[in-house]
């Protein structure tokens, strides 16, 4: 994988030399490179470098500041040189929380994989706006085909129809359920307000995530109106507490609308019955939730797929792809169980959604709450941290390579394309087999030599003189070495 992300290195490198204007050609491609270097040497070190480096606030200003590149800056202040703005880029490096050490554990994310890294160089480079796809093609298609695989991972009935997006994370996906579960139970409260229609009353349970309380506030429900029902001894909403609260909402004038279930609680990683709450919510014609933040990576999970039993009958599902599935933050996906559930969200904003212009149906920002956003090219064919024994997630290509005995991490075979250097090594010239060549004496064998740098001062990658790496002399195949 780190020699797919120096690859997706030096092909975003080559993207931005033909996208830059003239002018800025030779003032911003120096400083690229430096970084592309130190990005990837980063990425190179990240299981052995020290998860944290602790600091107080004022130590990193002065850090900051020692290098030329404070962090408070005031009106009329010159901008950086590329040698502080990489000054900048180094220390951030070194004082951030090394998240993908393996001795991380905070806050329910784990390390990314690199595939999610090389997607983030190229979402930030391209910088585009899921939004349109006139704007956007690539990236819709893409956000359309994760979503339809985690549907399917869902279950038939999510595979069978469905609608969801892309959101910053599971706390707005949980909105997004509330809202849609609010205008099939009072449509009219969209356009009068909560003034003019019932008293809706939604319900989740004491351990659920406190999004739900947020997203009651922002909806205007109120705080009042969320109801915490008791959990069981293992932490799960108590059923028989719930038919109790909705029994009593109904009672005091309340119309019970929403059920939010949790699939994998924040602190005793509870799953709730989804099946028995299900019966619940079709005997009150409530909307069904499951809030499956982290847990629902246990869908790709043959052996603890049966937590998350009865989640294909839910009518919505969250999930954050960055807590358990190796994606980069931020990322998480909403999908509800009715084809077109988004579509109360469009506005008649004909000025960006036109209706008669070419493939308006694909548009998917008019659907979302946002207007402006940033796009998640994950590969299809790759999803990370995967059980090695589902298979099902490689169908379109590649194959999982299971973990050898003591090996710190698992590995994922890629599709079925090689690589430029695997290529290379069949053509007639390289034909001879790997044992012949290793039989052969070491006098015939092409010796390497070490890169030198552009300025020929130096032989090494280049750390002191801080120069991108010229091939003039090397036989190397690291293509981040090579210099174009």
């Known amino acids: 994988m780190i020699a797919l992300t120096t690859r997706l290195a030096t092909h975003v490198l080559h993207y931005c030399r033909r996208i830059l204007y003239l002018p800025l050609l030779t003032a911003r491609r120096s400083l690229l490179e430096r970084v592309a270097t130190l990005l990837l040497r980063h990425c190179h070190s990240l299981a052995d470098a020290p998860t944290v480096r602790l600091a107080a606030p004022e130590q990193l200003e002065a850090a900051y500041s020692r290098r030329g590149c404070a962090l408070a800056f005031s009106p009329g202040e010159p901008p950086l040189t590329d040698d502080g703005l990489a000054a900048a880029c180094e220390l951030t490096l070194e004082y951030s929380v090394n998240s993908s050490s393996p001795r991380f554990f905070n806050q329910l994310s784990q390390r990314v994989d690199p595939v999610a890294v090389a997607g983030e160089w190229i979402a930030a480079t391209t910088n585009t706006n899921a939004m349109t796809y006139e704007i956007a093609p690539v990236v819709t298609l893409m956000e359309r085909a994760v979503i339809a695989r985690f549907a399917a991972a869902v279950g038939p009935r999510f595979a069978a129809a469905h609608d ?8 707005i996906g949980n909105l997004y ?87 994998g609680s924040t602190v005793l990683g509870a799953f709730d019955d989804l099946k028995a709450i299900r019966a619940v919510c079709d005997a009150e014609r409530m909307w069904l939730h499951a809030d499956a933040a982290w847990g629902g990576a246990a869908l790709f999970s043959p052996t603890h797929r049966g937590l998350l039993d009865g989640v294909d009958e839910a009518d919505s599902v969250a999930c954050s792809l960055h807590k358990m599935l190796g994606v980069a933050l931020q990322a998480a996906v909403f999908v509800a169980r009715a084809a077109g559930a988004l579509d109360s969200n469009k506005y008649d904003a004909s000025y960006l959604y036109q209706r008669d212009k070419l493939h308006a149906s694909m548009d998917l920002g008019d659907r979302s709450i946002q207007v402006g956003r940033c796009c998640l090219p994950l590969p299809p064919r790759s999803t990370p941290h995967s059980s090695p024994h589902d298979r099902s997630l490689h169908s379109a290509g590649g194959s999982p390579t299971p973990s050898r005995p003591g090996s710190p991490s698992r590995r994922w075979a890629m599709p079925a394309s090689p690589p430029a250097s695997t290529a290379a090594s069949t053509s007639p010239r390289t034909s001879r087999s790997a044992s012949a060549r290793r039989a052969a004496p070491s006098s015939s064998r092409r010796r390497r030599r070490a890169p030198t740098c552009a300025s020929g001062s130096c032989r090494r990658r280049c750390a002191r003189c801080r120069r991108p790496p010229s091939s003039r002399g090397a036989t190397t195949r690291s293509i981040w070495w090579r210099r174009t």
């Open 177 to 263: 359920a509330l809202l849609l579960a609010r205008d099939r139970a009072a449509p009219s409260l969209r356009q009068t307000g909560a003034a003019g229609g019932p008293r809706l009353v939604a319900f989740v349970s004491s351990d659920a995530h406190f999004s739900f309380a947020k997203g009651a506030a922002v909806l205007g429900l109120g705080l009042d109106n969320l109801v915490r029902v008791a959990t069981d001894a293992r932490g799960r909403m108590d059923v028989g507490a719930l038919r109790d609260a909705v029994a009593a909402a109904r009672a005091a004038g309340g119309v019970p609308f929403f059920v939010g279930a949790t699939a």
């Open 164 to 171: 969801g997006l892309f959101v910053p994370g599971s706390s």
